[in-house]
């Protein structure tokens, strides 16, 4: 049997190990019992109320069998665990769907998990649970049900998993993140102050333009300083860069009989040079700190040129890691580079600030994610209540068939809470989508904080109201359905009691009427 996240798998178990403490208790105490005993009780008090007549207490004892055949169905159907469904936890898995970090997802097993669960929480189950045939016939209707749903609906890049692993993107090591610093302070400004004083507007430059964005000189790779003569293939370091070989020819202020420990290169070289450039350093480190980022954007955005996509891979990570500056660094001819640090953490539009636009929607994104990865948690989590729950309620229903329609609606309408969430992710991405119809949608939504503020809060208000309103819509909606169906189930059954109810008041109309002409005899 399938399951719909990692911890149902074991509150599966467990709730089914408690339902049947609880339903062996409930057999030790003798309370299993006592609804056959109302029963008899019921079915002999209320026709004896009409009168003592002979053939209503015939119709009486009809209505005790048929309600006692119906509560010994219920007790074998969905009371008493039975042999002949167990939940095995060898057969118990979840396969997740596959995403743009995971494709090709493995199934994961209580003996292999996948996720901590089972290796230090949930521990100590028993590997075979025996399980009510009612009960275990629903679980694996709704399971089934779900994922042949979840499978016929189209798939969609994950963009709320790959914005996540955007944020993990960020600059770990120490060392790298002083020389991007340095890269920022003696290369990106001068370049920047100068372009401000200048405003070039060439063809050349208009082209790059076109190409990159209007806003490419705002971040410190912009190719506008790396591919126009006077910006980056002249302009060096003041202190040397470690890494970088002495070269006599470019390193002229040395004294060649004495060259010094490394040297100072030019900042297009810096840059780009495919071993020790500092983009291929950040490449490296954004592939560390969030498993393989370059791959997800070839794979998120493979319209984009390989530049393009190495340009949105290092602007993400100078996005998250911003180096140290100052304000009065983007002032035209201001080339110094002691400053602060940039907490707004704009560095990809040159310092520019914010607002709150921007904080709050990042601290909704931050919550987002921690309800999106909670809601699973706690499916399984109430499932495991009804679980554990369900012999009393058995119990106190007086083995209702109409209890059982509704308990298996119940257990139905919690576990499509699955499908609900993928449709709800799949209209999500398709909105993403949608509202950046740019084929550069990566750097619009990741790598440029500030761009299209509205947009994503609007993202975000929508997302919320899909991922919490669809199930409690659903939830609602299935509530009334229980209710009507209990009710008419009620009303179905009704008519076994009904000639017992008539041949009462009959019976008792008839001693009445015998004890009202004996009286007149008299």
């Not at 005993?37 to 003592?52: F, K, S, T, V």
């Not at 709800?424 to 939504?445: E, G, H, K, R």
């Amino acid at each position: 049997m399938s399951v719909d996240s990692y911890l149902e798998l074991f509150t599966s178990l467990f709730g089914w190990t408690f339902y049947g403490i609880l339903w062996d208790v409930l057999v030790s105490t003798g309370i299993v019992y006592l609804p056959f005993l109302g029963i008899l009780i019921d079915n002999w008090r209320e026709p004896a109320q009409g009168g003592e007549v002979g053939h209503a207490s015939g119709l009486s004892l009809r209505r005790m069998e048929i309600e006692l055949f119906i509560a010994l169905l219920v007790v074998v159907l969905a009371g008493q665990p039975a042999t002949l469904t167990p939940l095995n936890a060898g057969t118990l898995s979840y396969s997740p769907p596959p995403t743009l970090l995971n494709p090709t997802p493995t199934t994961a097993t209580v003996a292999a998990p996948q996720s901590t669960y089972g290796t230090t929480g949930f521990t100590g189950s028993a590997a075979t649970v025996n399980v009510p045939v009612w009960w275990y016939g629903v679980i694996a209707l709704s399971s089934g049900l779900n994922h042949a749903i979840v499978q016929g609906l189209p798939t969609v890049a994950d963009m709320r998993t790959f914005e996540q692993q955007a944020h993990l993107a960020t600059i770990a090591d120490p060392r790298l993140r002083q020389e991007v610093s340095d890269f920022f302070s003696q290369c990106y400004i001068p370049a920047r102050s100068k372009y401000q004083a200048e405003r070039p507007n060439t063809a050349a430059i208009n082209g790059i333009l076109t190409t990159y964005g209007a806003d490419d000189p705002d971040w410190m790779g912009a190719h506008v300083y790396r591919e126009t003569a006077g910006y980056y293939d002249t302009l060096r370091p003041a202190n040397q860069i470690t890494g970088w070989a002495y070269s006599a020819a470019r390193d002229t202020e040395y004294d060649p009989t004495t060259p010094p420990a490394w040297g100072k290169p030019y900042c297009k070289q810096w840059w780009e040079d495919g071993a020790i450039g500092l983009r291929e350093k950040l490449i490296n480190e954004a592939d560390a700190t969030s498993a393989g980022f370059s791959g997800l954007v070839v794979a998120i955005a493979p319209a984009l040129a390989s530049e393009q996509q190495n340009d949105a891979v290092a602007k993400t990570v100078l996005t998250n890691a911003p180096p140290s500056w100052s304000s009065n660094e983007l002032i035209a001819n201001n080339a110094s580079g002691a400053g602060l640090v940039n907490t707004a953490g704009s560095i990809v539009k040159g310092g520019l600030a914010t607002g709150g636009v921007v904080t709050a929607s990042a601290l909704f994104s931050v919550t987002m994610t921690a309800v999106l990865q909670s809601l699973p948690m706690v499916q399984a989590i109430m499932l495991l209540g009804i679980y554990a729950l369900l012999p009393l309620v058995v119990v106190l229903s007086r083995y209702s068939i109409a209890m059982m329609v509704v308990g298996g609606m119940a257990i139905f309408t919690i576990k499509f809470w699955t499908v609900l969430w993928y449709l709800a992710m799949w209209v999500d991405q398709n909105l993403i989508l949608s509202m950046y119809p740019d084929v550069n949608v990566f750097l619009q939504i990741f790598a440029n904080p500030g761009e299209h503020d509205a947009k994503r809060m609007l993202l975000n208000m929508i997302t919320t109201s899909l991922y919490l309103g669809l199930p409690l819509l659903w939830s609602g909606m299935m509530a009334w359905a229980g209710v009507n169906i209990g009710r008419s189930i009620t009303a179905a059954t009704s008519p076994l009691a009904r000639p017992a109810d008539d041949a009462g008041r009959q019976g008792g109309s008839l001693g009445k009427m015998a004890v009202s002409k004996g009286m007149k005899k008299k």
